[in-house]
Each structure stands twice: as structure tokens, then as C-alpha cells.
T-cell receptor, first 116, second 115 residues
Framework: AQKITQTQPGMFVQEKEAVTLDCTYD???????LFWYKQPSSGEMIFLIY??????QNATEGRYSLNFQKARKSANLVISASQLGDSAMYFC?????????????FGSGTQLTVLP | ETGVTQSPTHLIKTRGQQVTLRCSSQ?????VSWYQQALGQGPQFIFQ???????GRGNFPPRFSGLQFPNYSSELNVNALELDDSALYLC??????????????FGNGTRLTVT
């Protein structure tokens, strides 16, 4: 079984500043993947970034980077140079590789608000 | 490429009724899964279909059932609707066998309200 914990229900950041969204996880799978998704008020889940447990380097995708600390079981999302359009709900999720199903386990989310 | 599309976008049903939600996978994807997202919570996995067979299921009762068709589109059926079934239902597709770990691509969801 997997568990994702996001301890920040809401976060505020000034436009153009960087922000870190926290995520910790727990799993018994030796190999797993970690994901971050963005959900605007429209409801669609937008894939942002992926980190494999076996990856040696932290993942980066444009303004998004994932601060992966395996020993601490944390996978924090860093958004650099925040934009007003970044205001949304952000979900951390994981998937273990031991089963055939590719289901994701999601955290409860962090509502990010970017202030002008 | 065509993304994941879901229909309808909104639906209102009465307790005890049955509902069918539809999803068209992203082109080239062969796996579809469904998630339920209650208000203010993260999505919860319902089940997944691969090659038209269910190959994974979350903690949902049998009145939640599904189908995957040869063109990889899918349906989610919910019988005997309960008030707690009110939620956003998300469909997601991915390509299994592509090597590596491909992310799930989600649709915009169907918002179901049960009164």
C-alpha cells in the first residue's frame, strides 16, 4: 500500500518568486514513481513532472523541479518564477511497480495562490 | 494528438438511479482508468482496464462497473446511486508497454450530483 501526505492545505506566493510544495510518501514497493499534477478550477488534472525512485538526479521540467530525497521519503515540488496562471490545486501522487495495475495514489492537495 | 475527452461534463441524478459516464482515451493509449474525486480531496482510484479487461480495482463496491471497447474508449457505470457518489469522476489513459513509466493523461472530468 502507498500513502501520500501533503501537509500544506494552502500556500501563498508573490508573483515572480519561487515556492516549494511539500510531499512525503510511504510505500513498501522497492521501485516506484512519483508525480505532480496541477488541477485548475476547470477540473482537468495536468501532468507536471515525474521522478523515478531509481533516478539519480532530480527531475526538472521548465520552471518545475522535484526535490527528491529518498532517505527522507520526500518529493517536494519547486516552482520558480511564479506566474498568476500557476494558481491552482497541486497534487502529489505515486505509483508502485509491484502490481500490474498502474493506479496512482494521490495526496490531499495544496491550493496555491499567486499574488500580483 | 487528441487528448482524453469525457462526457457529459455535468450530470444530476436521483438516489437509486443508474448512470453511465463515457471516456475517449488519448490516441495511441491502450490503458484507461477511472478515479473519483470528492470535493476538497484527492482522486481515489476506482479501476483500470487494459485490453478490455479489468486489471486493477480500488476500494469501491461492485455497483461501480466499467467497460473498455476495442477502440480503447471506456464507460463507467454506477448502479443504485447514493448521495455520497456525488463527485468529479476523472478518466485517465496511458500507454502500457512503452518502456519506462508513462504518466496518466486525464480528461476534464464529469461532475455528478446525486440528489
Amino acid at each position: 500500500a502507498q500513502k501520500i501526505t501533503q501537509t500544506q492545505p494552502g500556500m501563498f506566493v508573490q508573483e515572480k518568486e519561487a515556492v516549494t510544495l511539500d510531499c512525503t510518501y510511504d510505500t513498501s514497493d522497492p521501485s516506484y514513481g512519483l508525480f505532480w499534477y496541477k488541477q485548475p478550477s476547470s477540473g482537468e488534472m495536468i501532468f507536471l513532472i515525474y521522478q523515478g525512485s531509481y533516478d539519480q538526479q532530480n527531475a526538472t521540467e521548465g520552471r518545475y523541479s522535484l526535490n527528491f530525497q529518498k532517505a527522507r521519503k520526500s518529493a517536494n515540488l519547486v516552482i520558480s518564477a511564479s506566474q498568476l496562471g500557476d494558481s491552482a490545486m497541486y497534487f502529489c501522487a505515486m505509483r508502485g511497480f509491484s502490481g500490474s495495475a498502474r493506479q496512482l495514489t494521490f495526496g490531499s492537495g495544496t491550493q496555491l495562490t499567486v499574488l500580483p | 494528438e487528441t487528448g482524453v475527452t469525457q462526457s457529459p461534463t455535468h450530470l444530476i441524478k436521483t438516489r437509486g438511479q443508474q448512470v453511465t459516464l463515457r471516456c475517449s482515451s488519448q490516441s495511441g493509449h491502450n490503458t484507461v482508468s477511472w478515479y473519483q474525486q470528492a470535493l476538497g480531496q484527492g482522486p481515489q482510484f476506482i479501476f483500470q482496464y487494459y485490453r478490455e479487461e479489468e486489471n486493477g480495482r480500488g476500494n469501491f463496491p461492485p455497483r461501480f462497473s466499467g467497460l473498455q471497447f476495442p477502440n480503447y474508449s471506456s464507460e463507467l457505470n454506477v448502479n443504485a446511486l447514493e448521495l455520497d457518489d456525488s463527485a468529479l469522476y476523472l478518466c485517465a489513459s496511458s500507454l502500457v508497454g512503452s518502456g519506462g513509466d508513462s504518466p496518466l493523461h486525464f480528461g476534464n472530468g464529469t461532475r455528478l450530483t446525486v440528489t
